[in-house]
């Protein structure tokens, strides 16, 4: 197995250190003998090798039980969960899934996929992806895609939505003013009438009236 670390020494002062070749990352071993700085380096690689060997393990158990996946990506799991949706729903889930921060992971294969790779597309996204993300990842472990979570519910960023108000009067007019059609025109007086928001009016039921 490919070690992840390898022992570099400065130049300037002979102190040993360690570099990341996955991360590119470099820590001082704050040491100038070779014999320590190797047995440092030996300590690192094994705390490294013995979970990446688990993973392995269970790959192989996992991929007796089913063979595809160890293939699936986030791409997949994302397509799958719009043939669930229907309507105006799917039509959402196909805006959302275009979010420019899920390129960091359509092509990641799900057994993969690190903490840290969910982090990364959290905070290049926005609310939107926070939801959909927080979606996707439940979706996968309902479906049996992923064996365990990748990122725990108390690590997730807090969904913070931004400041929300109430058109103005003026604005209200500006929009009935270009709407020709006259059930979408006297729905928009309805929303301005009661000062209820679109999605709340067109939601509502009989039953919802006092």
């Known amino acids: 197995m490919k070690n992840r670390n390898r022992l570099c020494r400065r130049k300037l002062g002979g102190v040993f250190y360690v570099h990341d070749s996955e991360t590119g990352k ?68 196909n805006r959302a899934i275009k979010d420019k921060a899920f390129d960091l992971l359509r092509d990641c294969p799900l057994l993969e996929t690190r903490a840290e790779h969910f982090l990364e597309a959290l905070r290049q996204g926005t ?55 006259p059930e979408r025109h006297s729905f928009y007086e309805l929303c301005w009438h009661v000062g209820a928001a679109q999605s709340d009016v067109a939601a509502s039921t009989a039953e919802d009236a006092d």
Do not use: C
């Open 26 to 93: 470099q820590e001082t071993l704050r040491t100038k003998d070779k014999a320590t700085a190797l047995r440092l380096l030996h300590s690192k690689n094994e705390a490294y090798q013995k979970p990446v060997l688990n993973l392995q393990i269970a790959r192989t158990y996992l991929t007796a039980s089913d063979s595809e996946i160890a293939k699936r990506t986030w791409q997949t799991v994302m397509n799958e969960i719009v043939l669930t949706k229907k309507n105006a729903t799917r039509v959402r889930w």
């Open 127 to 181: 609310v939107s992806t926070n939801v959909h993300l927080r979606k996707l990842h439940n979706f996968a472990l309902d479906m049996n895609r992923l064996p365990w979570s990748v990122l725990a519910k108390r690590r997730w960023p807090k969904i913070e939505y931004g400041e929300k108000r109430g058109i103005t009067e003026e604005e209200h007019r500006k929009i009935v003013a270009v709407e020709t059609n």
